[in-house]
């Protein structure tokens, strides 16, 4: 399984050798990690930290990067992650970040990511500004850029989730946080091939965090085939990841 949601822990209350641990006892072989005080504060150095932080595993962490899409150093700032650290993609949170779907920035952004092949995971769910159909509406504007919903709508928004998948080739799902009943909606309307799966671990400060089992199985409760799995699970992600 991979885990396309994971944050670096606050402060590093934990290191990486102790998340694998808890990899392990999950199942999962690789995890796809972000910054979170790097959200709040978008830098070089939020990027720097979350590289060393994933570099203490790298077989089976890796890392996108954020940036401020105001910031004119932004695709800079993405190349270097990529070319420096390694990077496989970019992590932006419109809401905690404070900017519309409509930035122009953004399409700077979304212009680097896609010449350096890689996705763009936005933060969805919680308005006024990480609506899945503004996203979409970006996504829409940069057809050879994958932008990927980070969150698959949560509560709220899943059935405009769905939506977006559905009238815009280029965006990708991440079920994460997202309730089992929308789960199971998102995966009987949605293309296999555009749907991931993520926890968001990270967000307390012990590598074990009991939410993160509870939506692994959350997501076996589902009851999916052998070929859904494999697609939500490892295809669908080694293909984003530029790893098939
Ligand atoms: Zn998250």
């Known amino acids: 399984m991979i885990d396309f949601h994971v944050h670096q822990p606050r402060g590093n209350a934990y290191d990486a050798e102790a998340f694998v641990a808890s990899m392990d006892a999950l199942g999962v072989v690789l995890s ?9 504060r978008p830098s070089p150095e939020a990027n720097d930290s979350l590289a ?3 570099g203490a595993a790298p077989e089976r962490l890796v890392a996108f990067a954020t940036v401020d899409p105001r910031d004119p150093h932004a695709a800079a700032e993405i190349e270097r992650c990529v070319h420096v650290h ?3 993609g970019v992590k932006l949170h419109p809401w905690l970040q404070g900017f519309s779907a409509h930035e122009p920035g953004l399409d700077l952004v979304c212009e680097a990511a896609a010449s350096l092949r890689i996705p763009v995971l936005f933060h969805d769910g919680t308005p006024p500004f990480s609506t899945p159909l503004q996203l979409a509406a970006l996504a829409e504007r940069h057809p050879g850029t994958t932008v990927v919903l980070g969150h698959g709508g949560l509560h709220d928004l899943w059935r405009e989730a769905a ?3 559905l009238k815009t080739e280029n965006v990708h799902l991440c079920m994460c946080a ?3 009943y929308a789960m199971r909606a998102l995966v009987a309307r949605c293309p296999l091939e555009r749907l991931l799966f993520g926890t968001d671990a990270g ?7 009991r939410y993160v089992a509870l939506r692994v199985r959350q997501l076996d409760e589902l009851g999916l ?3 859904q799995r494999n697609a939500i ?7 984003l990841l530029g790893d098939d």
């Open 52 to 54: 060393a932080w994933v």
């Open 203 to 209: 967000l307390r400060p012990e590598p074990r965090q």
């Open 163 to 165: 939506a977006a998948v």
């Open 32 to 40: 796809v990690v972000f910054t979170y005080e790097g959200l709040l």
């Open 178 to 180: 997202t309730p089992g």
């Open 233 to 239: 699970l490892t295809a669908n992600p080694r293909r």
């Open 225 to 227: 085939d052998q070929r």
């Open 86 to 88: 390694g990077m496989c």
